[in-house]
């Protein structure tokens, strides 16, 4: 089955390289007047500038629309139960994260609700999430356990995460994120070895992870609880994606390097000695701009980091403590208003560099040939990638195809 789309006013967010760094974050290639074939979900080929376009069995006309890539999300806590509105008010109030943290709220909230929750109805409590994020242009999305804290509670979420990979035509990666707080009446030395000699290994028996996740900050876990439980990850091939420097320079960064981690993600707080260790390294930084905003902490300096040559892939954090919301769109705009990201910087962090920042990059986050067919055609109006950022709650999308085929 060939299907053409045709009258493409501007085809955007071609590549084949694996990720953007430095200034060719900056870039963002395009072809006017375009179509593209799709065939078997992926893309079989495209042309712009009024080229012959080739027959195919079905042909849809894009109006004169853009065509992008469907955003990649590399950092989301969607499968959680219920919510955190009381801490919301907490907050609004004046107490802060770590605050609500240490008074026994926040993620151990989330993990008594949690337990309380089955399987089957956490699985359509997130579901809703996942399908929001997919018809707002998500196409990939990478998920955390880690509102379990026991082996039985943490299999539950990542047999969830099954499920929705199983279910949605997007692009699902599940990460183990036994370490994101200590569980309660637990001594953390105590925790740490659960982690490692009990959850680790059950999770991989059942194959339920791609990546692991520790959230390495004070209160939580220090440098040395990560390089246990990263090296305990290892021995069963789980790749790092570190939650680093949210609210502490914390040697999460170096320590994620030091493993060969993916990403390290949030970086609200770093220092030249980070910026540094991540040049030359296969580790992408992450900066999660929803999560800035939602707790009134400064945002991640992704000027400096581009300045010195880095990438930066930004990503929703989609989670019920400090980030509820899964809307790529509006962390684009962040990106450009909060963090001064120009909008093709912005542009290839949501796409392309949240595609490696993954692991996806090889299937999704650009437009390319033998690539999966996901991508967004916009409104009328939204014409070039910066006008996603400017008219920043106009809504944009048209249509969005996943695997080739219109979702909705
Ligand atoms: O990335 N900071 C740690 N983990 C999440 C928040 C989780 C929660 O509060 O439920 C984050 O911000
Ligand atoms: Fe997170």
Partial sequence: MRTLIRNIGLLAGISTASRKEGAAMGEVACLGDAWLLIEDGLIRDFGGSGGMPPAADMEIDAGGSMLMPSFCDSHTHIVYAGSREREFEDKIRGLGYAEIAARGGGILNSADLLHQTSEDELFRQSMERVREMMLKGTG??????GYGLNTADEIKMLRVIRRIKESVPAEVRATFLGAHAVARGMAREDYVRLVCREMIPAVAAEGLADFIDVFCEEGFFGVEDTDRILDAGAKYG?????????????????AGVRHGALSVDHLERTTEAEMKCLGGSSTMPTMLPGSSF????????????????LGVALASDYNPGSSPSGDMRFVMALGCICMRMLPAQAFNAVTLNGAY??????IAGSIAKGKQANFILTKPGFDTPASLAYLHQTPFVEKVFLKGKEYR
């Fill in 294 to 309: 939602f707790l009134r902490e400064p945002y991640g300096n992704a000027k400096a980091f581009m300045d010195a040559g």
């Fill in 357 to 362: 920042a993954m692991g996806v990059n090889d």
């Fill in 140 to 145: 990939a999305i990478e998920i955390k356990s």
């Fill in 238 to 254: 789980l790749v790092p994606k570190l939650h680093a420097n949210q609210l502490h320079v914390s040697g999460g960064v170096q």
